[in-house]
Every structure is written in C-alpha cells, then in structure tokens.
C-alpha cells in the first residue's frame, strides 16, 4: 500500500473517509471472535435473502438460536407508539397474532436486565419509521439512536426491544454484542418499514388516479352536455321574444319583451362564464392529473405546436381579469409579443398554469407606486423578447415576462422565491403556500428553460427562458 501523507479529498468524501477510520479502530476494540463475526455475516446475508417482513422477524431470532444457543424474542411497538407486542420468538415463531405485553419487557431507550433476559432497544436510524406521529402528538417517543460505543448521537426512533437469554449465559462481551446486533436489526427493519410504506403509497396513489378518472375527469366532461341545454334554452327564449312582440305590440307586451330580452342577454353571460371556467378547469384537471404523472413518478409533459399569447396569456389573463379589475391594477398589453409569433412546442396545460401563478401573484401582490414624474401607477404588463446563446452559445431563446409594480426585493431574495415554502417578507397577512413559483421552476426546467428574477425601478419582474423553436434561428440568420 502507498505510504506518505494522505492526499487531498473533496470535504463531504473526507468526511466519509473520517467515519471509515473510526469505524475500523471501534473494531478493534470489540475484538469479536470469530463465531460473532460468523454470526453477523449470516444475519446480513439471511436478511438480504428473504423479502417479506415476517421472515425476517424469524431471522431475527433464528440467528441467535443456531449460532449461539440462545433464546430470544423480537418485540414491536404497535401503531399507537404506546403497546409493546411480541411478534416472534425462537419457540413459537411468528405469532399469528401479536401478543400484547403487561409489564416486562417495557420500552427504554437504554438495554437492561429483566428476568432471566438481557433486553435491548431496536431504533432504526429514520424518525418517519414505522409512521411515527406528528411532532407533539399523544404516544410520540424520540430518543438517541442507541449504536454503542461508537454512537454518533444521531436522533432515531425506538421500534421496539429485543430480549434474548438466559441472562447466566451472556457475559460483558456477549450483552455489548447484542446491543450491536440490535441495532443491525433496527437499521434493517427500518428501511423495511419504509419501503413497505413506499409500495403502499404507490398503490394509494395508482388507485387515487384511477378514482380521479372515473370519478372527476369523467363526469367533468358531462358539463359540456348541459352548458348546450343551456344555450338552448336561451335559444328559445330569444325564439318567445319574438311571439311575444308579434302578439303584444303594445307597451305592456314590449315592456315583457325587454324583460325577456334582459334576461337572456344575462344568461348569455353567465353561460360563456361557465364554458371559460370549466375549459379553464378542464385543461388543468388534464395536465395536473395524468396518468403518466404518477406511474413515472414526476411531470411528464405533452408538448403541441402553439401561439403562447393567444392560446395561453389571453385566456388565462381573462380568468384572473374579474381579481385584477377589483385589485384596480391596469394591464398593459404589449402591441405585440414578437414582430412574427412562431408557434412553439409546449405543454399547453402546464404552461397556461405557469401564467395563472404569475397572475394570481400579480392580483394579489401588485402595489401603487408613484413615478418619477409624479403619476401614480398601479399596473402589470407582460411580454417577451429574444435572447442570444441559451441555452448554449450560438443558439436563441424566449424571454417571457410577468410585471407588477410595487416594492422590489434584492436580487438574492427574488431568486430565493422559487424555492418550496418561500414566500417575500411582509406577506404573513396575505393568503399563500409559496408553491406558485417553485411549481413555475418545476416546469420551466422540464422544458429545457430557466426562470429569474429582476428588481426594476418601478416594481418586480418574473421571467422565465425557452429555447426557440428551430424556424426561428432560420428567419434571424
């Protein structure tokens, strides 16, 4: 091996390296025997050979038995954190049922003697093990992760105790071995608990979307079929009108005429409303609540030729217009969003919920400022530009903008607002999770995009960048 002075290592590989050394000089000072070094090499092997839970609660206690004579008894907390129950011991095997326990064993976060056993606690090393309850909930129990003598005070989670005996049999040597095959036991069971969890909640979640198909998707679709009985309706209405007028030309039957005729025009309202709102609705339910979503595990996108102004902004700017006309905030429609818009590939219902974050945040955060000249200005804009090398030198990209006015943040804390939970100082009083622009971020980078933040003499800009489309570095070059 290579002598000298140990070259330099990344910081986080240091720090691992550091561990091995610690690890290696703590097994010198267990100095097991070969029979427990035999035994540990059985248990690692045994527990990675068989899959289901209940044989390994056998392998548990199987161990011991052939390889040291003694007999032992795996006990678990129940679901409440609060009863110890056995679930498996070397005579009986896996219990049907777990048994619950009175009196000793009990749970301690320490081993120690109790009748003619030595008993040990079994932590695994995740707090969410086993589904703990919430921080300050009735029966919550956190406690050092016992590890021996090499302990790093790591926080853990008791799962249960393990008791193995006759108590005359088992010397220092022997209970200090234990304590270290407990918590062999715990790591293992831990992440066994949690990968159950995991297919568990993928199985939750594979049923969840079938139930939002059937149960949501679909009959959403059903509204189409009764906003055309509406339009009928009003149809008719406009049809009674007319026999109204040709039967009742004087000023009682024009005065019904001009109530029928105030009726319909609201109707007429309502229903384009109900068609905008559920067209709204529907393309969001469809690129929220794909299927590919939850079998891939993150976002897939369907990306289709479109015109972002026209079939994104405009109809998305329409759904918010009611919040930001109550707001008193102006819109200031660029003239145009390129001299010629190219039809870009995008995931349409992504996007458009991409601008309705940026617009709700407009709605709800947009401020009036006074302007050098003196005018008072309360006012959002959006828009776009090109951009030269992105996403790589050579090449071209779209700028696209939300602006709003009011007081700016720094730079570093704009950028910061794209993170999960992070909202602006001074906004506690106003209703928000600070996900709107950490789902924006998600989005723009499945694109191949970034976003931004720029601080502006008047107010905030929130961009974000997409590569442009091959016909446009055509047309430029």
């Not at 048994?99 to 079994?122: E, F, I, K, L, N």
């Not at 090449?395 to 903008?401: D, L, M, P, T």
Request: with cysteine; glycine share 8%.
């Amino acid at each position: 091996m290579a002598t000298g002075s140990a070259p330099a290592r990344p910081s986080d590989l240091a720090a691992v390296c550091m561990r091995v050394r610690e690890k290696s000089a703590s097994y010198d000072r267990y100095n097991f025997s070969s029979r427990f070094n035999d035994f540990l090499k059985a248990f690692f092997d045994l527990a990675q050979e068989f899959d289901s839970l209940e044989d390994f609660y056998r392998i548990c206690v199987a161990v011991p038995l052939e390889m040291t004579d003694l007999d032992s008894a795996l006990y678990l907390l129940d679901e409440d954190q609060e009863t110890l129950c056995l679930v498996c011991d070397s005579d009986q095997g896996v219990l049907a049922e777990k048994r619950v326990v009175q009196g000793d064993p009990h749970v301690a976060d320490h081993p120690y003697a109790s009748a003619d056993r030595y008993v040990v606690p079994v932590c695994s090393k995740y707090p969410g093990a086993n589904s703990p309850p919430a921080e300050g909930e009735p029966g919550q129990r956190r406690t050092s992760l016992w590890n021996g003598a090499d302990s790093t005070g790591g926080q853990g989670r008791i799962l249960g105790m393990f008791a193995v005996g006759p108590l005359e049999r088992l010397d220092e040597t022997d209970r200090f071995f234990f304590v270290k095959y407990a918590g062999r036991i715990g790591f293992n069971l831990g992440n066994r608990l949690i990968a159950r969890q995991n297919i568990d909640h993928l199985k939750f979640i594979n049923s969840l979307v079938m139930d939002i198909e059937h149960n949501v998707i679909v009959p959403n679709m059903y509204f189409l079929h009764l906003f055309n009985q509406l339009k009928k309706k009003i149809d008719e209405l406009t049809g009674l009108e007319r026999e109204i007028n040709a039967l009742h030309g004087d000023e009682a039957g024009q005065r019904v005429q001009r109530h029928c005729r105030e009726i319909r025009e609201k109707l007429l309202g309502y229903h384009g409303e109900l068609v905008k709102h559920h067209a709204n609705i529907s393309l969001f339910l469809e690129s929220l609540f794909r299927r590919e979503h939850f079998e891939k595990g993150h976002l897939v996108l369907r990306p289709r030729s479109c015109y972002v102004e026209k079939e994104i902004i405009l109809p998305q700017l329409e759904h918010y217009a009611s919040r930001i006309r109550a707001a008193g905030i102006t819109v200031e429609r660029p003239k145009n969003m390129i001299d010629t818009e190219f039809q870009i590939m995008v995931d349409v219902g992504l996007l458009a919920q991409v601008y309705a974050n940026l617009f709700s945040n407009a709605a709800k955060y947009t401020r009036e400022i006074c302007t050098e000249g003196g005018a008072c200005r309360k006012a959002l804009a959006y828009g776009c530009e090109i951009v030269d090398d992105f996403p790589e030198p050579g090449r071209q990209g779209i700028k696209f903008n939300v602006f709003s006015t009011g007081p700016t943040y720094s730079q570093e804390e704009g950028e910061r607002l794209f993170g999960e939970g992070q909202r602006g100082p001074g906004c506690e009083h106003i209703p928000g999770t600070g996900h709107g622009l950490s789902f924006i971020r998600h989005v723009i980078e499945l694109h191949g995009g970034v976003v931004g933040y720029e601080p502006t003499p008047e107010g905030n800009n929130f961009y974000f960048i997409l590569p442009a489309p091959p016909a446009m570095h055509a047309a430029s070059a």
